[in-house]
């Protein structure tokens, strides 16, 4: 994680999901994470309000869509730095690529339980664990 930022806390405002019943044919999964929005919290310099939209999408068989908030804490410069970038569309910092990665944490846990729920396929792979063999 860059060094400049942490995590601050966040929030879902967006929760949406759905498994079509009548489905047949191959499963496409495609996943999208968009950074809606960099702003700063009022009467704190130093903590940036992130709006995203995070969205796995199976083609015909349904979909799962979160949308939220992640706070991150950043010194001042930092900070001014992020906002600004939202408005010149530049995303190729090492802040930008942490705010992600926090992203795809928290929206992950939360989808991984939604397609239990609605029994669609994970869009990632758990780990599974096996068994050491004995060399002779």
């Given at each position: 994680m860059a060094k400049e930022i942490s995590y601050a806390g966040s929030r879902f405002t967006k929760i949406s999901a759905?498994?079509?019943k009548d489905f047949s044919g191959k499963i496409s999964l495609n996943t999208n994470i968009k950074i809606n929005s960099i702003e700063p919290?009022?009467?704190?310099?130093?903590?940036?309000d992130i709006s995203y939209s995070f969205l796995i999408d199976y083609g015909g068989f349904g979909k799962v869509e979160l949308q939220g908030n992640l706070f991150v804490q950043a010194d001042?410069?930092?900070?001014k730095s992020l906002i600004n970038s939202m408005k010149e569309k530049k995303f190729d910092t090492?802040?930008?690529?942490?705010?992600?990665?926090?992203i795809v944490q928290k929206a992950t846990i939360k989808a991984l339980e939604i397609e239990e729920e609605l029994g669609l396929p994970f869009h990632i792979r758990l780990?599974?664990?096996a068994l050491k063999?004995?060399?002779?």
């Open positions: 759905e498994r079509k919290v009022k009467d704190q310099k130093e903590v940036i001042v410069k930092v900070a090492d802040e930008h690529l942490s705010i992600t990665n926090m780990p599974t664990l063999k004995e060399s002779d």
